[in-house]
């Protein structure tokens, strides 16, 4: 079975400083995909990024990007230029490519994420 | 023109009580999902259906039972509420299985609290 570890359940950072959120999965699986999820205080669960396992290069999106490493199953989330909005629960995902689990996302624990003024 | 949308956003209902939470998206996808957050912020899936058809049924309880008359719509229909249940029920939709096309991302509504008293 898949599992998602956030190892940090809280982090906290200064307003325009750069954090670092940690994830780590198991899989047996060699296609899959791997996702950053926002969730505010509002509970909307907002896509952040998105890995795909095939691919070498991290993702990028604006201020977030990601340090995907494969062989270690770990998948870092890093926010440069940290904004006050960024406060948020974090949580990561893994979805398996194909099979008949392929709409079944699995969760992190989730990190909360302060950003200091 | 909210892409997936859940009615009500909350419920605060009595023990045994029938309960209904409602599910629509406009994205054209074909593939929806109830998911479970608990007191403790942890994410699970609970159903998934692609063109109405149950695809993943993840040990839930049969009091509840997720309705989808047509692919835009999931609706979730709890019998016999018991006080754990009381949670916040995501709906989400994506693109079915399509392997390596894009991660078929995933995306939610804003969540319905449910509260059982």
């Known amino acids: 079975a898949q599992t998602v570890t956030q190892s940090q359940p809280e982090m906290s950072v200064q307003e325009a400083e750069t954090v670092t959120l940690s994830c780590t999965y198991d899989t047996s699986e060699s296609d899959y995909y791997l996702f950053w999820y926002k969730q505010p205080p509002s509970r909307q669960m907002i896509l952040v990024i998105r890995q795909e396992a095939y691919k070498q290069q991290n993702a990028t999106e604006n201020r977030f990007s990601v340090n995907f490493q494969k062989a270690a199953k770990s998948f870092s989330l890093k926010i440069s230029d940290s904004q006050l909005g960024d406060a948020a629960m974090y949580f990561c995902a893994y979805r398996i490519a194909g099979g008949t689990s392929y709409g079944k996302l699995t969760f992190g624990q989730g990190t909360i994420l302060t950003v200091h003024p | 023109d909210t892409a997936v949308s859940q009615t009500p956003k909350y419920l605060v209902t009595q023990m045994g009580n029938d309960k209904s939470i409602k599910c629509e998206q406009n994205l054209g996808h074909d593939t929806m999902y109830w998911y479970k957050q608990d007191s403790k912020k942890f994410l699970k899936i609970m159903f998934s259906y692609n063109n109405k058809e149950l695809i993943i049924n993840e040990t839930v309880p049969n009091r509840f039972s997720p309705k989808s008359p047509d692919k835009a719509h999931l609706n979730l229909h709890i019998n016999s509420l018991e006080l754990g249940d009381s949670a916040v029920y995501f709906c989400?939709?994506?693109?079915?299985?399509?392997?390596?096309?894009?991660?078929?991302?995933?995306?939610f509504g804003e969540g319905s609290w449910l509260t059982v008293v």
């Open positions: 989400a939709s994506s693109l079915g299985q399509v392997i390596l096309i894009s991660g078929n991302t995933i995306y």
